[in-house]
């Protein structure tokens, strides 16, 4: 067993934290990842999104070597996964998004043995990170709620002095008290140049943390962006209030309007493109109210999947 | 932290969760013999017990290890060393092997582990070395509850026979561990491990056992691990060195086997 470098050599400094070339993994018949391309800088919070069975688990668990891809190829930190996976793990932490600790061991017990694997941990930082996280130690695993469970893990994976955070759904089961915690704690890595490979099923959670986003659906990265570049590319819903009827012809021809509705004197539809258009129209009528809402990431997220659907 | 730092936390770390189990198998073993030794005043040099074996037929009373019931080595045999004993080896060596590698897997609890600085090949090594380290001291609690119940009720046999006779049933039991551990790194199914292993566990005693019933069956006895363990009767003869080998060698080879299997398969989630 060999020790991880302390030090990277330069020609993987520069390289992008991850790098995945057609990733493909295949259980027999069934394709959990179909052809994944993707490369997050050294630095940044990159988010994967996408919803349970989207692939997420099975793209990280190929990271940390835990599973071997059917095809393509993965560079983490500049090394190979499988070549380089002892230096390599020594320099990534990582939180299974389906978690099981050893049960009969307490908290202190799991991270003094993380710690021996890893040659060793800092114990003042153990104690801040537990007083944050609000988190008893001294209690059995087994005894623990799940919630409770998931900040040892999450104690670990921040005490590791790790370049890359690999989180795989990290705030499960988090209270929104910790759920702030893990993100103030997700944000002060970043400030000291570690780069967090942050996956999750909970938008506002991303859209909070992330830089950069890839929304992953069977298998397949159906957007990727910046947080403002996906919520730019979703439907924004317009409502307009007319002191008359409703130009409801002059409105129908426009195509950047999907899915009108027309009640009275309100309009209602979802912009799909340029507003322009749209003000053009509304100009040589008289309105009385306007309500353009920008959507969240949310609705950018599902408006994503309908397309790719 | 140096690389013997992780080893011992690799070996050590699953000893201590997994003492209780091992304290219940220590138990077992201990209220086993104990019980059974307790028992030799009253069969030592029986005359009528003697001759109600005598209408038994004698390749019947080898097969379950009656043969000269009345004396020590005889005794012992028959109520300890042909059948339990190493049975119990077995079965401790196939659950452990189980418990710490396929059962944690399946349930998840190795995920944590491998995703740090080591190779999966020197976890599993490490994992193998623990089931080995728990039979060594079933082994060492066997020996000692055996040689003090041989003093406590004047059972007299040398302590060699019994020695000699304790380290083939531990390597037995490393012989099923290293079987089950071939089998948990082939594939993470504690199911599998456990039926399979405990089945050729038993298949091999019955192997051993009443294949020399047969004479067609007879020299296929060897085939059997009880065969090699235990067919030259230690607790009467010296093993012959051979036999020692003929255990530990497959065991290590078995282990290899899973060792390098599990380097190269896909982990699985809980």
Not at chain 1, 221 to 242: C, H, K, N, P, Y
Not at chain 2, 136 to 141: D, E, F, H, N, T
Request: glycine share 8%; hydrophobic share 50%; with cysteine.
């Amino acid at each position: 067993m060999s020790e991880p470098a302390p030090i990277e050599t330069p020609s993987t400094a520069d390289s992008p934290a991850l790098r995945i070339t057609g990733l493909v993994k295949d259980y027999g018949e069934v394709h959990a990842v179909r052809g994944i391309d993707l490369e997050v800088r050294r630095g940044e919070v990159y988010g994967f999104l996408g919803p349970n069975g989207a692939g997420k688990s099975t793209t990280i668990r190929c990271l940390l070597d835990l599973l071997r891809p059917t095809a393509g190829r993965i560079e983490v930190l500049g090394l190979d996964p499988r070549r380089d996976g002892v230096v390599l793990r020594g320099r990534i932490a990582y939180i299974p998004g389906e978690l099981r600790l050893p049960e009969r061991q307490t908290g202190h017990q799991l991270v003094a043995a993380i710690g021996r694997l890893r040659g060793g941990l800092d114990a003042r930082r153990k104690r801040e990170l537990a007083e944050r996280l609000d988190l008893d130690l001294s209690r059995r695993l087994r005894d623990l709620s799940s919630g409770n469970r998931r900040k040892v893990a999450v104690l670990l994976a921040f005490l590791s002095k790790a370049e890359l955070l690999i989180l795989d759904e990290p705030t499960n089961g988090l209270d929104p008290l910790m759920q702030h915690e893990f993100l103030r704690l997700v944000r002060e890595a970043r400030e000291t140049g570690v780069t967090i490979f942050l996956s999750s099923h909970v938008l506002s959670e991303v859209q909070r943390a992330a830089d950069r986003v890839a929304v992953l659906r069977a298998g397949t990265i159906v957007a990727m962006g910046t947080v403002d570049e996906l919520r730019g590319r979703a439907r924004q819903r317009v409502e307009v209030w007319f002191r008359d009827e409703p130009p409801a012809a002059e409105l129908a021809a426009l195509p950047v309007l999907v899915d009108q509705l027309v009640e009275g004197r309100h309009f209602a539809a979802l912009l799909a493109g340029p507003i322009q258009p749209l003000l053009e129209v509304l100009a040589r009528h008289p309105v009385v109210s306007m309500l353009v809402e920008e959507p969240n990431l949310e609705e950018a997220f599902l408006d994503l999947y309908e397309t790719a659907s | 932290m140096n690389a013997a730092g992780r080893w011992a936390e690799l070996v050590f770390g699953p000893l201590r969760s997994s003492w209780r189990a091992s304290l219940g198998w220590a138990i077992a073993f201990v209220l086993l013999i104990v019980s059974t030794v307790a028992f030799w005043p009253v069969f030592k040099g029986s005359a009528a017990l003697a001759q109600a074996f005598e209408v038994v037929p004698q390749g019947l009373l080898k097969a379950f290890g009656f043969q000269d019931f009345t004396s020590p080595a005889g005794y012992l045999r028959g109520g300890l060393y042909e059948i339990i004993v190493p049975l119990m080896f077995a079965a401790a060596g196939v659950m452990f092997a189980n418990s710490l590698i396929a059962a944690d897997e399946d349930a998840g609890r190795l995920e944590l582990f491998l995703a740090q600085p080591l190779t999966r090949r020197a976890f599993l090594a490490a994992r193998g070395l623990s089931v080995v380290g728990w039979l060594a001291v079933l082994g060492i609690v066997v020996l000692v509850s055996q040689l003090a119940s041989d003093t406590a009720f004047d059972l007299q046999i040398a302590d060699a026979r019994v020695v000699e006779t304790v380290v083939l049933c531990s390597l037995l039991g490393a012989f099923y561990a290293g079987l089950a551990v071939a089998i948990a790194g082939l594939l993470a199914r504690p199911g599998l491990v456990l039926s399979v292993g405990l089945s050729l566990a038993l298949v091999g005693y019955l192997v051993a056992a009443l294949f020399p019933l047969s004479e067609v069956l007879a020299p296929w006895r060897q085939i059997s691990p009880w065969a090699w363990a235990l067919g030259g009767d230690p607790l009467v003869n010296a093993a012959e060195p051979w036999r020692y080998a003929a255990l530990a060698v497959p065991a290590l080879g078995l282990a290899l086997l899973g060792i390098v299997a599990f380097g190269r398969r896909d982990i699985r989630s809980a």
